[in-house]
């Protein structure tokens, strides 16, 4: 049974950075792909970033292209989400998904979330 902690959030000023982190407290983080959402209050969840089981391939929404960058280390059992040149905008609840394959949609195994809040 894969069970999934986020950590890393915090509060960070605009332009600061994050760096989030993914790991399997139970189960093997490597059999899965690994997508990251995030929902803010009164919005729906959306896709942020994925990447597939081998690292090989990620994705990631258009809204963050070029600051985020997803990562994974399956000797630690362990995928990260690097956040750079943060907006308020990117204020949420952060969860990380387990899914058989990328997606930036689902998730079959779901993390308790991490908080990120961006201001000044």
């Known amino acids: 049974q894969l069970q999934l902690v986020e950590s890393g959030g915090g509060l960070v000023q605009p332009g600061g950075s994050l760096r989030l982190s993914c790991a399997a407290s139970?189960?093997?983080?490597?059999?899965?792909?690994i997508g990251w959402f995030r929902q803010a209050p009164g919005k729906e969840r959306e896709g942020v970033s994925c990447?597939?089981?081998?690292?090989?391939?990620?994705y990631y929404v258009d809204s963050v292209k070029g600051r985020f960058t997803i990562s994974r280390d399956n000797a630690k059992n362990v995928v990260y989400l690097q956040m750079n040149s943060l907006k308020p905008e990117d204020t949420a609840v952060y969860y990380c998904?387990?899914?058989?394959?990328?997606?930036?949609?689902?998730?079959?195994?779901w993390g308790q979330g991490t908080q990120v809040t961006v201001s000044s």
């Open positions: 990447i597939t089981y081998g690292g090989s391939i990620t």
């Open positions: 998904a387990a899914e058989f394959k990328c997606s930036l949609s689902t998730g079959r195994h």
């Open positions: 139970s189960g093997t983080l490597g059999y899965y792909a």
